[in-house]
C-alpha cells in the first residue's frame, strides 16, 4: 500500500479514483472486453456504478458467496443468501471481481472459488473501495479506491446503494 | 340402507415434537415436522433454497459447505425419489454419503432401532436423515442421537414429511408469489398421507389465503377442520377458483379394505382429468408429490399436460433439501 491514511474518503471521490485506476489498465490493453462481478452486498452496490460508468456490454454478475465461506462451522449459514448469477459464460474471459472493503481476503478467497466453479477465466482482477489493513491471506487488489491504514479494532462499513456512505467505526474512540 | 359411519381417526402422536428442533441458541438442529418451525424459519429455508437452486444452473454443480461430513440416509421404508434427492443434495453440498437400507437388513433380524442407530453414529455420522413406516421414529432417533447429529425426517408413518412440505411451498412462491391471495386444494387420500399433514401446516403458517381438502368422507381423518381447512366431498365445488392443485397418491398398500368400492369409482369421483381440470383457475398448476398413480389419481394427459409442475418439484427438492441441511448442520455456535 503507498502512503496509507486513517480515514476514508468519501465513497463518490473513492468511486472515481477506483473508475481511473481500471481505465487506466483497460487503456493499457490489461483488460480485453472484461465481464464485471460484484460480491454481495457493498461490492454490488460499487460494481454497479462502475458498471455503468465503463458501459460494459455484458451485464453485470453478481456473487453471494454465503456457500464458500470458511467460517460455517463456527457461523453457520449466513442469515440472508441470495442467488448468485453470472449472466454470460465466464470460460476464458477477464474478470474485474469487485469488493467494497478488502480486509481479511477470506471473501475473496470464497470468491474466486465460486468464479472457478461457473469456468475458468483467462484472468481475474480485483477491485475495492477501501483497501485496509489487516490481511490473513496472501491476497491484494489491483485497483483500489483508497488504501488504509487503521487504528488497531477499527471497522469501515459502507451503507447504500443510494447514496453510498462510509462509515469508521472506532471502538477505541 | 342406513349406514352408521364413523370416519377413522389419525393415530394419536403426543410428545411435544417441536421444542427438541433447535439447539438452545434459537438455532434449527432437526427438521422433523413443520410444527413448532416459525414462518420466518420456513422463508428462510425457502429463500436459502432459491440460492441453492442457483447452484444447479452452473457448469460445477456443487459447493464446498459439508465438506467432511457425513450424512447416513436411513431408510427403515423403501423410497426411491426422496432418498435419491437427499442423496444428491448432499453430494452437491459436498458431503459423503452412506446410504442404508434396513427394510431388508439387521432390523429384521432383531436387532434393537437404538442398536443400530449407536452402530453407525460409531462411523462418525454428523446427519441421519430417516424415513420409517412409524409415526414418531424420527423423533425418537433425534431425542438419542450425540449433541453434534442433526436429524431429518424424510416421512414417518402417517405423521410428517416436512421437507416435501417446503418443496411445495417452494415450487407455489415460484410460480404463485405471494401466498396471501391462493386458493390451494388437497386432493385424494388425505388419510394415509403424511404429505397432506406437513403441507396443511406448513400453508397455514404461510398464510395462504384460503386451503381446501376435497376427498371421499372415508379417507379424512375425523376433525381435520380444526387444522385450518375447508373440506369438500365434490370435485366441482372444491376445485372453483383454485389456483394450486395438489393430487396426493392413493395409498393403495396402506388402505384397509372397505375404505373405497373401487379404484375405478375414486378416479371417476376425484381423478383429475382435463375435464375435472378445468374447474380451477385457468392459469392453476397441478403437483403431485409422486409417485403418481396415473388413472388412479391423475390422468396421464394432465399429470404430462402444460399446467403440471410435477417434475420441477423434484428438481426444487433438491435445492430445499440442501438448504435444510445446511441450515441444520451450520449452527451458530453449535453444541459439538
Not at chain 2, 420409517?132 to 424420527?138: V, Y
Not at chain 2, 374447474?279 to 390422468?299: F, L, S
Request: hydrophobic letters at 40%.
Amino acid at each position: 500500500m503507498n502512503n496509507p491514511e486513517q480515514h476514508p474518503i468519501p465513497p463518490q471521490q473513492a468511486l472515481e479514483k477506483l473508475h481511473q485506476a481500471i481505465a487506466l489498465d483497460q487503456q493499457r490493453g490489461w483488460l480485453n472486453a472484461p465481464v464485471m462481478i460484484g460480491i454481495h452486498t457493498g461490492g454490488v452496490w460499487v460494481a454497479q456504478w462502475l458498471h455503468q460508468q465503463m458501459a460494459l456490454s455484458e451485464p453485470l454478475g453478481v456473487l453471494d458467496i454465503s456457500f464458500y465461506r470458511d467460517d460455517f462451522d463456527r457461523a453457520g449459514l449466513h442469515p440472508t443468501v441470495r442467488p448468485s448469477h453470472l449472466p454470460c459464460s465466464i470460460e476464458g474471459r477477464d474478470v474485474i471481481l469487485v469488493d467494497d472493503v478488502l480486509f481479511t481476503g477470506r471473501t475473496v478467497r470464497a470468491a474466486l472459488n465460486e468464479i472457478f466453479d461457473y469456468g475458468r477465466p483467462h484472468k481475474v482482477g480485483l477491485a475495492v473501495l477501501y483497501q485496509r489493513d489487516g490481511r490473513e491471506l496472501p491476497i491484494c487488489a489491483r485497483w483500489s479506491g483508497q488504501d488504509l491504514n487503521l487504528a488497531p479494532g477499527a471497522h469501515i462499513k459502507l451503507s447504500g446503494p443510494e447514496p453510498l456512505g462510509v462509515e469508521l467505526k472506532n471502538p477505541n474512540q | 340402507m342406513a349406514v352408521n359411519f364413523v370416519r377413522p381417526k389419525i393415530p394419536k402422536f403426543t410428545p411435544d415434537p417441536w421444542a427438541i428442533q433447535f439447539d438452545q441458541h434459537g438455532n434449527l438442529k432437526h427438521l422433523l415436522t413443520i410444527e413448532g418451525i416459525s414462518p420466518q424459519w420456513i422463508t428462510r429455508i425457502l429463500d436459502t433454497a432459491e440460492g441453492f437452486v442457483s447452484v444447479t444452473d452452473r457448469e460445477v454443480k456443487k459447493v464446498p459447505l459439508l465438506r467432511g461430513r457425513t450424512v447416513v440416509n436411513l431408510c427403515f421404508e423403501s423410497s426411491t425419489r426422496t432418498r435419491t434427492t437427499f442423496e444428491l443434495a448432499a453430494k452437491r453440498l459436498s458431503a459423503d454419503v452412506l446410504n442404508i437400507n434396513l427394510a431388508t437388513s439387521a432390523t429384521k433380524k432383531g436387532e434393537s432401532l437404538l442398536d443400530t442407530l449407536r452402530n453407525i453414529q460409531a462411523m462418525q455420522a454428523d446427519m441421519f436423515v430417516v424415513r420409517h413406516e412409524q409415526s414418531g421414529a424420527p423423533h425418537f432417533i433425534a431425542q438419542h442421537v450425540e449433541p453434534h447429529v442433526s436429524v431429518i425426517n424424510a416421512g414417518d408413518g402417517w405423521h410428517a414429511h416436512p421437507t416435501q412440505a417446503l418443496l411445495d411451498a417452494f415450487t407455489v412462491r415460484r410460480h404463485k408469489g405471494d401466498f396471501a391471495p391462493l386458493r390451494i386444494a388437497i386432493v385424494g387420500d388425505v388419510l394415509h398421507s403424511r404429505v397432506a399433514r406437513s403441507q396443511i401446516h406448513v400453508f397455514n403458517s404461510l398464510n395462504v389465503g384460503e386451503l381446501r381438502v376435497i376427498a371421499p368422507r372415508t379417507l379424512i381423518p375425523q376433525d381435520i377442520e380444526h387444522m385450518g381447512v375447508r373440506v369438500f366431498h365434490d370435485m366441482r365445488a372444491g376445485l372453483r377458483d383454485v389456483d394450486v392443485i395438489i393430487m396426493l397418491r392413493l395409498q393403495r398398500e396402506r388402505m384397509d379394505a372397505g375404505l373405497l368400492p373401487s379404484e375405478e369409482e375414486f378416479y371417476r369421483l376425484y381423478g383429475l382429468t382435463e375435464e375435472k381440470l378445468a374447474w380451477a383457475k385457468p392459469d392453476a398448476i397441478v403437483m403431485h408429490p409422486g409417485p403418481a398413480n396415473r388413472g388412479v389419481e391423475i390422468e396421464s394427459r394432465v399429470a404430462d399436460g402444460p399446467q403440471s409442475v410435477i417434475l420441477e418439484q423434484v428438481s426444487n427438492g433438491i435445492g430445499v433439501r440442501m438448504a435444510a441441511m445446511s441450515l441444520c448442520m451450520g449452527r451458530k455456535g453449535g453444541e459439538s
